[in-house]
């Protein structure tokens, strides 16, 4: 990844640092679209960020959130916070990445985005999040497969709970140990968005570690 340009959207969160970590480290120059200086939610300023780079190579879309409720539970206002959180911020970051990778005259580049097992797996109480998951998921497979002319693969990884400290907290009686760790994730992350990877685009790739 050396002289390779990656914006990692969410690289202060759990999963972001290691991925950050990761890219840094196989010697890509990482740009980190997160608050306080980045609103993923504001198109205005994500069209900026992109428009400053210098070029790019990849994006990885990390941001979102969670949320559990069951059918009866879940207000409109929340099923649209999720779907907000998690698409919204993911379709702004591609279409903004595509953008820039194209006015590198047709070097390419690689899209990530992270999607989550209940997208393809369903699962009780947790509506809202699975289905803006499920939006991600779409949206990968529908880009990927707009894009593939301009050399730009774009692929989606499904986690389950990732092993990070909010997790723990919030499940302290879980097995953590079963949990994929951030930096697990960062390696089929980082794969996926290198040259190394010269043939895989649309694929929605299960990461679910022993959970």
Known sequence: MNGKHVVVAGGRGGLGRGVVEVFAARGATVHVLDMPDVDATNETQVAAFYAALPECWASVQLIGGFAMAKVGDTSLADFEKQWRLNVATCFLACREAVRA??????AG???VNVA??????PSSGMIAYATAKAGVAALTQHLAAEVLSDRILVNAVLPSVIDTPANRAAMPGADHASWPKPVELAQTIAFLASPENALTSGALVPVFGHA
């Open 101 to 106: 990778m194209r006015r590198g005259g047709g």
């Open 109 to 111: 580049g690689r899209i």
């Open 116 to 121: 989550a097992r209940p997208a393809v797996q």
